[in-house]
C-alpha cells in the first residue's frame, strides 16, 4: 500500500479522524453533563463516562465509527437504582458487576443477537433520534436551557414535555444573546455544507460554530446589557483549583454491599439494557457509514463490559454506544477509531487543564450542531425510501420513531421490536408456503414451497394447500429452503404422502427434508418428455412449450427440476419433443434458454447456426427417425459469427487470411448471403449503436435464411411440413435480456441469393 503508515494505520486518515474527534468531543461535552444531571448523579460522573467511552472502549471496540459514553436512554433506570440501593458508591458498585456481565455475554457470542433486529427498527431509531434532537434543540438554540441537554425522554425532569418545552419558547422565554448565537450558528453551518470549497476544507464546520459563539459571548459580556449571556447558558465543567481538588470529584463503589441481593438485580438490569442500546445503535452507526462496514458485535460487548467496569470503579456512569455521538462522529468524516479515542483525549484534557476556557463555549452554539445533525438523520429522503418499500416496512418503521419520541429511547425500541414480531408472525401465518403452479412437458406440477421457519401457528394455512389440490394432482413439497420443521407440520406431511394424496389419486413428491425429519426425497412424478406426450403432442402445442420456456427463463420463474431422476427415466430411451439448431455461443445453452430439462430436445450447434450437410443429417434424424415435431433455428443478438463475417465483407478480406483457419471460410459463405452489401459499405461511418443494430438484423435475416435452407433441401422434412406433421419455425435470443423473440414460420424464398450446400 502506497500511504504512510504508523503501525498499520493509514497516516492519509489522520485529519479527518482528528477533525471528526474535534466534532464529536465538542458534542459529548454537554451531553455527559446534561445526562448526569439528568440522572440525579454529580456532574463529574458524566465526564468521566465520555473519557472511558472514548479511550477505554474505544481502544477496544472493533468499530471504525461508534462512539460510547453516558447514555440517554439509560437515564431513568440510574436514577431508579440510585434511589433503590440508598447511594451512588452502591450503584457504582452494580455499574461494576453490569460491566463483568456483558464482558461474559461477550465471551459467549451474544452479540450475534443483533441480526435479528429488523432493518424498519433500526432506521426508525434513525429517524426517531433525528426528531428528538431537533425537537428538544430547538429551545436550547434560543437560549431557553431549563432542561438539561442531553435529556431525550418525551417526560422531563422540569414537569414539562417535549411540545411543551417548545411552546415555552413561542410565549416569549427567550435569551436574545444566546438567540443570536444560535441562530448564526445554524446559518454558519447550512452555508458550511452547501459552498464546496468550505466543505471540503480540513476546518470542520462544528469547530467554526464554536469559535463564532464564544467570540459573540465575549462580545456582549463586554457590551453588557440584557444580551450577555450568563453561566447557565454556557457549558459548566466542574472546576477544580488544584489536581488534588479534581481528585475529590472521584467516587468510588462500596464494596460494602457485596452482599445486598438488590446489587445484583441492578447488575443484570444494567447489563441487559446497556448491551441492548449498544447493540442497536451499533446496527444503526453500521448503516450511516458510507464505507458500509460491520462491526463485531460481541466484541463490543465485551468493549462495553469493560468500559462499564472501568466507570463502575472511579465513579462514572454507564456506558454504552450512543447514537448521537456515532452519527455526529459518522457526518463529521470519521475513518476510523482513532477519532472516538481521540474525542475521548480532549475530553480528559479539558476537565484536567482548560475547564475555565471549555466555560466560554454557549450552549446554543452547541445546539446548533446537534440540531442540523437531527435533519440529516431524519431526511425526508429517509421517509420516501420508508413508503416506496410497502407498509410492512413503513409501519413498523413509523410506530419505532413515534414510540420513541412520545416516550423515550428503551420503551420506544421495545414497542418498534414488538411490533415488527407482531408484523413477521402476521406474515408467517399468512405465507408458510409459495404455492406454484409448474407446466411441465409431463404435465402441470404443483410446486409447494416451505418457509424458512414452519411451526404449528402454520398447520391450518398448509392443511388449506392440500385440501384445496384437485385430484390427481402431481404435487412436489420442496423444503430447500428451510431450517425449521416444527414436529405437527411433519406429522401433517407425513400423513398426506402416505394416505391422504394417494387416496385421492395425487403423486406426492418430497425435495430438501433434512435426514432428522426422515423424510427422504422421493420424486414420483415424471418431468421429462414421454413417448406417450410426444406421440399425442402438435407441433403448436411443442412451441407453446418452448414459449412458455423461455418466458419462465427471462423471468425468473424457472421450473423446479431433478436432474438426478430425468437421468434415471431417460436412461433406456429418449423422446424428444424438438430439435433445435442452435449457435455454439457460450451465452445460449438451448436446454438452459428455453427451460428444459435433460431428454425434452436434440441440441445441434453449429457457429452462425448455419445450415451444412452434417447438421441437416442430424436434423433429418431427429425430424425422420426419432419423430420430434418441431425445429427450431435458434440465433442470437450480437453473434460472433454474424459480426466476423460483416467486417470480412465490409474490409474485403477472408477468414483463412485473417484467421489461419482453412475451414471457417464454409460458415462465413452461409451467412454472406444475408449481408445487406450497400448498407455495409457504411459500417464506417455508423455510431456504435447503429453498427450493433444492424448486426442483429443481419442474424435475424441467418435465422430465416436457415429456416428455409432446412425446408429447401431436405425432401423428407419439406414433406412433413407439408403434411402439417412437423414445423420449422425460427427465434433470436437477446443475449442482453435473455428474451426470444420467435420468427414467423415462412415457406416463400428468402429475396437473397442461396449459396451451394455446404
Same mark, same amino acid.
Given at each position: 500500500?502506497?500511504?504512510?503508515?504508523?503501525?498499520?494505520?493509514?497516516?492519509?486518515?489522520?485529519?479527518?479522524?482528528?477533525?471528526?474527534?474535534?466534532?464529536?468531543?465538542?458534542?459529548?461535552?454537554?451531553?455527559?453533563?446534561?445526562?448526569?444531571?439528568?440522572?440525579?448523579?454529580?456532574?463529574?460522573?458524566?465526564?468521566?463516562?465520555?473519557?472511558?467511552?472514548?479511550?477505554?472502549v474505544?481502544?477496544?471496540?472493533?468499530?471504525?465509527?461508534?462512539?460510547?459514553?453516558?447514555?440517554?436512554?439509560?437515564?431513568?433506570?440510574?436514577?431508579a437504582?440510585?434511589?433503590?440501593?440508598?447511594?451512588?458508591?452502591?450503584?457504582?458498585?452494580?455499574?461494576?458487576?453490569?460491566?463483568?456481565?456483558?464482558?461474559?455475554?461477550?465471551?459467549?457470542?451474544?452479540?450475534?443477537?443483533?441480526?435479528?433486529?429488523?432493518?424498519?427498527?433500526?432506521?426508525?431509531?434513525?429517524?426517531?433520534? %433525528?426528531?428528538?434532537?431537533?425537537?428538544?434543540q430547538i429551545?436550547?438554540?434560543?437560549?431557553?436551557?431549563?432542561?438539561?441537554?442531553?435529556?431525550?425522554?418525551?417526560?422531563?425532569?422540569?414537569?414539562?414535555?417535549?411540545?411543551?418545552?417548545?411552546?415555552?419558547?413561542?410565549?416569549?422565554?427567550?435569551?436574545?444573546?444566546?438567540?443570536?448565537?444560535?441562530?448564526?450558528s445554524?446559518?454558519l453551518?447550512?452555508?458550511?455544507?452547501r459552498?464546496?470549497?468550505?466543505?471540503?476544507?480540513?476546518?470542520p464546520g462544528?469547530?467554526?460554530?464554536?469559535?463564532?459563539?464564544?467570540?459573540?459571548?465575549?462580545?456582549?459580556?463586554?457590551?453588557?446589557?440584557?444580551?450577555?449571556?450568563?453561566?447557565?447558558?454556557?457549558?459548566?465543567?466542574?472546576?477544580?483549583?488544584?489536581?488534588?481538588?479534581?481528585?475529590?470529584?472521584?467516587?468510588?463503589?462500596?464494596?460494602?454491599?457485596?452482599?445486598?441481593?438488590?446489587?445484583?438485580?441492578?447488575?443484570?438490569?444494567?447489563?441487559?439494557?446497556?448491551?441492548?442500546?449498544?447493540?442497536?445503535?451499533?446496527?444503526?452507526?453500521?448503516?450511516?457509514?458510507?464505507?458500509?462496514?460491520?462491526?463485531?458485535?460481541?466484541?463490543?460487548?465485551?468493549a462495553?463490559?469493560? %468500559?462499564?467496569?472501568?466507570?463502575?470503579?472511579?465513579?462514572?456512569?454507564?456506558?454504552?454506544?450512543?447514537?448521537?455521538?456515532?452519527?455526529?462522529?459518522?457526518?463529521?468524516?470519521?475513518?476510523?477509531?482513532?477519532?472516538?479515542i481521540?474525542?475521548?483525549?480532549?475530553?480528559l484534557?479539558?476537565?484536567?487543564?482548560i475547564?475555565?476556557?471549555?466555560?466560554?463555549?454557549?450552549?446554543?452554539?452547541?445546539?446548533?450542531?446537534?440540531?442540523?445533525?437531527?435533519?440529516?438523520?431524519?431526511?425526508?429522503?429517509?421517509?420516501?425510501?420508508?413508503?416506496?418499500?410497502?407498509?410492512?416496512?413503513?409501519?413498523?418503521?413509523?410506530?419505532?420513531?413515534?414510540?420513541?419520541?412520545?416516550?423515550?429511547?428503551?420503551?420506544?425500541i421495545?414497542?418498534?421490536?414488538?411490533?415488527?414480531?407482531?408484523?413477521?408472525l402476521?406474515?408467517?401465518?399468512?405465507?408458510p408456503?409459495?404455492?406454484?403452479?409448474?407446466?411441465?412437458?409431463?404435465?402441470?406440477?404443483?410446486?409447494?414451497?416451505?418457509?424458512?421457519?414452519?411451526?404449528?401457528?402454520?398447520?391450518?394455512a398448509?392443511?388449506?394447500?392440500?385440501?384445496?389440490?384437485?385430484?390427481?394432482?402431481?404435487?412436489?413439497?420442496?423444503?430447500?429452503?428451510?431450517?425449521?420443521?416444527?414436529?405437527?407440520?411433519?406429522?401433517?406431511?407425513?400423513?398426506?404422502?402416505?394416505?391422504?394424496g394417494?387416496?385421492?389419486?395425487?403423486?406426492?413428491?418430497?425435495? %430438501?427434508?433434512?435426514k432428522?425429519?426422515q423424510?427422504?426425497?422421493?420424486?414420483?412424478?415424471?418431468?421429462?418428455?414421454?413417448?406417450?406426450?410426444?406421440?399425442r403432442?402438435?407441433?403448436?402445442?411443442?412451441?407453446?412449450?418452448?414459449?412458455?420456456?423461455?418466458?419462465?427463463?427471462?423471468?425468473g420463474?424457472?421450473?423446479?427440476?431433478?436432474?438426478?431422476?430425468?437421468?434415471?427415466?431417460?436412461?433406456?430411451?429418449?423422446?424428444?419433443?424438438?430439435?433445435?439448431?442452435?449457435?455454439i455461443?457460450?451465452?445460449?445453452?438451448?436446454?438452459?434458454?428455453?427451460?428444459?430439462?435433460?431428454?425434452?430436445?436434440?441440441s445441434?450447434?453449429?457457429?452462425?447456426?448455419?445450415?451444412?450437410?452434417?447438421?441437416? %443429417?442430424?436434423?433429418?434424424?431427429?425430424?425422420?427417425?426419432?419423430?420430434?415435431?418441431?425445429?427450431?433455428?435458434?440465433?442470437?443478438?450480437?453473434?460472433?459469427?454474424?459480426?466476423?463475417?460483416?467486417?470480412?465483407?465490409?474490409?474485403?478480406?477472408?477468414?483463412?487470411?485473417?484467421?489461419?483457419?482453412?475451414?471457417?471460410?464454409?460458415?462465413?459463405?452461409?451467412?454472406?448471403?444475408?449481408?445487406?452489401?450497400?448498407?455495409?459499405?457504411?459500417?464506417?461511418?455508423m455510431?456504435?449503436?447503429?453498427?450493433?443494430?444492424?448486426?442483429?438484423?443481419?442474424?435475424?435475416?441467418?435465422?430465416?435464411?436457415?429456416?428455409?435452407?432446412?425446408?429447401?433441401?431436405?425432401?423428407?422434412?419439406r414433406?412433413?411440413?407439408?403434411a402439417g406433421?412437423?414445423?420449422?419455425?425460427?427465434?433470436?435470443?437477446?443475449?442482453?435480456?435473455?428474451?426470444?423473440?420467435?420468427l414467423?414460420?415462412?415457406?416463400?424464398?428468402?429475396?437473397?441469393?442461396?449459396?451451394?450446400?455446404?
Amino acid at each position: 500500500m502506497s500511504d504512510a503508515r504508523l503501525s498499520g494505520y493509514p497516516l492519509t486518515y489522520l485529519p479527518r479522524d482528528l477533525t471528526a474527534g474535534l466534532v464529536v468531543f465538542l458534542v459529548a461535552l454537554p451531553l455527559c453533563l446534561g445526562i448526569a444531571l439528568a440522572s440525579g448523579a454529580p456532574l463529574f460522573s458524566g465526564l468521566v463516562s465520555g473519557i472511558i467511552g472514548g479511550i477505554v472502549v474505544g481502544s477496544i471496540s472493533g468499530s471504525s465509527t461508534s462512539v460510547s459514553g453516558p447514555a440517554a436512554g439509560l437515564t431513568a433506570i440510574v436514577i431508579a437504582q440510585i434511589a433503590a440501593l440508598g447511594s451512588f458508591e452502591a450503584f457504582l458498585l452494580a455499574v461494576m458487576l453490569g460491566g463483568v456481565i456483558q464482558i461474559v455475554l461477550g465471551i459467549v457470542k451474544a452479540g450475534s443477537l443483533s441480526a435479528f433486529f429488523p432493518s424498519s427498527v433500526i432506521k426508525g431509531l434513525l429517524a426517531a433520534i %433525528g426528531v428528538i434532537l431537533i425537537l428538544k434543540q430547538i429551545p436550547h438554540v434560543v437560549g431557553h436551557d431549563s432542561d438539561p441537554e442531553g435529556e431525550m425522554s418525551f417526560t422531563q425532569p422540569d414537569k414539562q414535555n417535549t411540545f411543551s418545552e417548545i411552546l415555552t419558547v413561542f410565549e416569549g422565554d427567550i435569551h436574545y444573546g444566546a438567540a443570536v448565537v444560535g441562530l448564526s450558528s445554524i446559518a454558519l453551518l447550512v452555508l458550511w455544507g452547501r459552498i464546496k470549497m468550505l466543505k471540503n476544507s480540513v476546518i470542520p464546520g462544528p469547530l467554526m460554530v464554536v469559535l463564532l459563539g464564544v467570540s459573540l459571548h465575549i462580545l456582549f459580556q463586554r457590551t453588557g446589557g440584557p444580551w450577555a449571556i450568563e453561566a447557565s447558558h454556557l457549558v459548566q465543567i466542574p472546576v477544580a483549583e488544584t489536581a488534588g481538588d479534581l481528585l475529590t470529584f472521584l467516587k468510588f463503589p462500596d464494596f460494602t454491599q457485596w452482599a445486598n441481593p438488590a446489587i445484583y438485580v441492578a447488575a443484570a438490569t444494567i447489563a441487559i439494557v446497556a448491551s441492548l442500546e449498544t447493540l442497536l445503535n451499533l446496527e444503526a452507526v453500521d448503516k450511516l457509514d458510507p464505507e458500509n462496514r460491520n462491526s463485531p458485535s460481541s466484541r463490543e460487548l465485551i468493549a462495553q463490559g469493560v %468500559g462499564n467496569v472501568t466507570a463502575g470503579m472511579i465513579g462514572g456512569l454507564p456506558v454504552t454506544s450512543v447514537i448521537v455521538r456515532g452519527s455526529v462522529n459518522v457526518n463529521a468524516g470519521a475513518k476510523t477509531k482513532v477519532s472516538c479515542i481521540f474525542h475521548g483525549v480532549l475530553l480528559l484534557i479539558s476537565v484536567a487543564l482548560i475547564p475555565v476556557y471549555m466555560n466560554m463555549i454557549p450552549l446554543a452554539a452547541l445546539a446548533a450542531i446537534l440540531l442540523v445533525t437531527g435533519f440529516k438523520l431524519a431526511s425526508p429522503a429517509l421517509f420516501r425510501q420508508m413508503w416506496s418499500e410497502g407498509r410492512y416496512q413503513f409501519l413498523p418503521f413509523m410506530i419505532t420513531l413515534l414510540s420513541i419520541v412520545f416516550t423515550d429511547l428503551l420503551i420506544g425500541i421495545l414497542i418498534g421490536l414488538g411490533v415488527s414480531l407482531l408484523f413477521i408472525l402476521n406474515s408467517s401465518l399468512r405465507q408458510p408456503i409459495r404455492r406454484i403452479v409448474e407446466t411441465h412437458a409431463g404435465g402441470d406440477v404443483l410446486h409447494v414451497e416451505l418457509a424458512n421457519q414452519v411451526s404449528f401457528l402454520n398447520r391450518a394455512a398448509l392443511d388449506t394447500v392440500f385440501n384445496d389440490a384437485p385430484p390427481g394432482t402431481n404435487m412436489l413439497i420442496d423444503a430447500s429452503g428451510t431450517d425449521y420443521i416444527d414436529p405437527d407440520i411433519l406429522s401433517l406431511i407425513q400423513e398426506f404422502k402416505d394416505k391422504i394424496g394417494p387416496a385421492r389419486g395425487m403423486k406426492v413428491s418430497l425435495r %430438501g427434508f433434512r435426514k432428522k425429519y426422515q423424510l427422504n426425497d422421493e420424486i414420483q412424478f415424471a418431468d421429462y418428455s414421454t413417448r406417450e406426450l410426444k406421440d399425442r403432442i402438435t407441433p403448436d402445442q411443442v412451441l407453446q412449450i418452448l414459449r412458455e420456456g423461455n418466458e419462465r427463463f427471462y423471468t425468473g420463474n424457472r421450473l423446479s427440476r431433478d436432474l438426478g431422476h430425468q437421468v434415471n427415466a431417460t436412461a433406456g430411451e429418449q423422446n424428444p419433443l424438438a430439435v433445435v439448431l442452435s449457435c455454439i455461443d457460450s451465452r445460449v445453452p438451448a436446454e438452459l434458454v428455453l427451460d428444459l430439462g435433460i431428454g425434452d430436445i436434440f441440441s445441434v450447434r453449429v457457429a452462425g447456426n448455419v445450415i451444412g450437410n452434417k447438421s441437416l %443429417g442430424s436434423i433429418e434424424y431427429g425430424v425422420a427417425v426419432v419423430g420430434v415435431k418441431l425445429v427450431l433455428v435458434l440465433g442470437h443478438t450480437r453473434c460472433g459469427a454474424v459480426t466476423s463475417t460483416v467486417e470480412l465483407m465490409c474490409e474485403d478480406d477472408n477468414a483463412l487470411k485473417v484467421t489461419g483457419c482453412s475451414h471457417l471460410e464454409s460458415i462465413v459463405n452461409e451467412i454472406v448471403p444475408c449481408v445487406d452489401e450497400e448498407t455495409c459499405s457504411e459500417i464506417p461511418r455508423m455510431s456504435q449503436d447503429e453498427k450493433e443494430r444492424f448486426i442483429d438484423e443481419t442474424a435475424r435475416r441467418n435465422v430465416c435464411r436457415s429456416v428455409y435452407e432446412i425446408k429447401a433441401r431436405s425432401e423428407v422434412i419439406r414433406d412433413l411440413v407439408d403434411a402439417g406433421k412437423v414445423m420449422v419455425v425460427g427465434a433470436l435470443y437477446d443475449v442482453k435480456s435473455g428474451k426470444m423473440e420467435f420468427l414467423t414460420d415462412s415457406s416463400d424464398e428468402p429475396e437473397y441469393e442461396q449459396t451451394p450446400q455446404a
